[in-house]
């Protein structure tokens, strides 16, 4: 089992930033590719990054590219999101998701086996 609990969310405003955090705890870290996903409320959860073992290779979503980027540290086994120009559209639960392969597939829910409980962010305009 990987335990994922993640932190840094909160309320800020249009074209501000913010950086979560997931930690993982249980399981080597690095044996696990790390993703984030977002849900908004009425929506489905929709990918927003991913990034492989060693952090070499990383995914995006369009409507976050050039805006957000993840990071990984594995001697902290903690994955970063960093978040800057927030929209109101940004709005949503974001979680953090563990997995064991990586390659296009990991843009998808099921390709992660643990999840964290999720961190709201909320972007005022």
């Known amino acids: 089992q990987v335990q994922l609990v993640e932190s840094g969310g909160g309320l800020v405003q249009a074209g501000s930033s913010l950086r979560l955090s997931c930690t993982a705890s249980g399981r080597t870290f690095t044996d696990y590719v790390m993703g984030w996903f977002r849900q908004a409320p009425g929506k489905e959860r929709e990918f927003v990054a991913a990034?492989?073992?060693?952090?070499?290779?990383?995914y995006y979503s369009d409507s976050v590219k050039g805006r957000f980027a993840i990071a990984r540290d594995n001697a902290k086994n903690t994955v970063l999101l960093h978040m800057n120009s927030l929209k109101p559209e940004d709005t949503a639960v974001y979680y953090c998701?563990?997995?064991?392969?990586?390659?296009?597939?990991?843009?998808?829910?099921?390709?992660?086996?643990?999840w964290g409980q999720g961190t709201q962010v909320t972007v005022s305009s």
């Open positions: 998701g563990a997995g064991t392969s990586w390659g296009a597939n990991s843009r998808k829910i099921s390709a992660y086996d643990y």
């Open positions: 990034i492989s073992w060693n952090g070499g290779s990383v």
